[in-house]
């Protein structure tokens, strides 16, 4: 059946339904139409850990054979200590999980050009780079702290042929306040293709791997002096 046949039948079918019939039709046939679409806003939670206060979605993203992840979890400090922690970007690869190299290239005031190295240290798989834009999203006004960014290869160094770029990293941080501020629920949205000859499914594994990985690291970081909550640590 074509696209053009659909329209025209949907359209005599409306001028002589009832209204509810009508409304339940159109979202039938935006659903047929772009599947992929309708299901991109459907997160799944794919881990759970009561223990560990974390939980992971994931949800399909349109033209993409790799999902998009969500992990949500509970950190035992205060939104800007959490923060501090995401800004330290110089110091990722003393505490982030298969962070090799963290450098910042430039800050323009609240956007800051990032590039990494990965080594995900397993048999056969390449190390990666790649450079990304944050955008500082913080409300401090109403303790509420973030970050965003989008892939921004051509700001960054030239690729080495020793290594694989990673052309899609896009994701964010969000720190809100619980138990007045005491506290902090944590979400962090990620949607990456490690790029190479890795399958789609060994991507999804490895990603979703990673996000406990990380909130590990923050929890494990966010207690240090130095990115204490009274404090505000500039992007370094």
Not at 116 to 128: A, H, Q, T, Y
Not at 177 to 201: C, E, F, I, K, M
Request: net charge positive; glycine share 6%; with cysteine.
């Amino acid at each position: 059946m074509s696209k053009q046949r659909t329209s025209r039948e949907l359209g005599v079918f409306m001028l002589k339904a009832k209204p509810y019939r009508v409304i339940r039709a159109l979202v039938l046939f935006a659903v047929m139409l772009f599947p992929a679409t309708a299901r991109s806003t459907e997160w799944e939670s794919k881990y759970k850990n009561q223990d560990d206060r974390l939980e992971v979605f994931e949800r399909e993203v349109p033209g993409s054979p790799i999902k998009e992840l969500k992990g949500v979890g509970e950190i035992d400090a205060p939104p800007r200590a959490c923060w501090n922690v995401i800004r330290d970007y110089n110091g990722y690869a003393a505490f982030m999980p298969y962070v090799k190299k963290s450098e910042i290239l430039k800050v323009h005031g609240a956007t800051t050009y990032l590039y990494s190295v990965i080594d995900p240290n397993l048999p056969f798989i390449s190390v990666r780079d790649y450079t990304i834009k944050i955008d500082d999203v913080s409300e401090p006004a109403s303790n509420r702290y973030g970050t965003r960014w989008t892939t921004a290869n051509d700001d960054g160094p030239t690729k080495e042929p020793a290594m694989i770029r990673i052309e899609r990293n896009v994701g964010s941080w969000e720190f809100t306040p619980l138990d007045n501020g005491r506290r902090t629920l944590a979400t962090y949205v990620l949607h990456t293709d490690p790029g190479g000859q890795l399958p789609s499914w060994a991507s999804a594994w490895a990603n979703l791997r990673a996000i406990p990985g990380v909130f590990s690291a923050l929890r494990r970081t966010v207690g240090e002096a130095k990115y204490r909550d009274d404090s505000e640590v500039p992007a370094r």
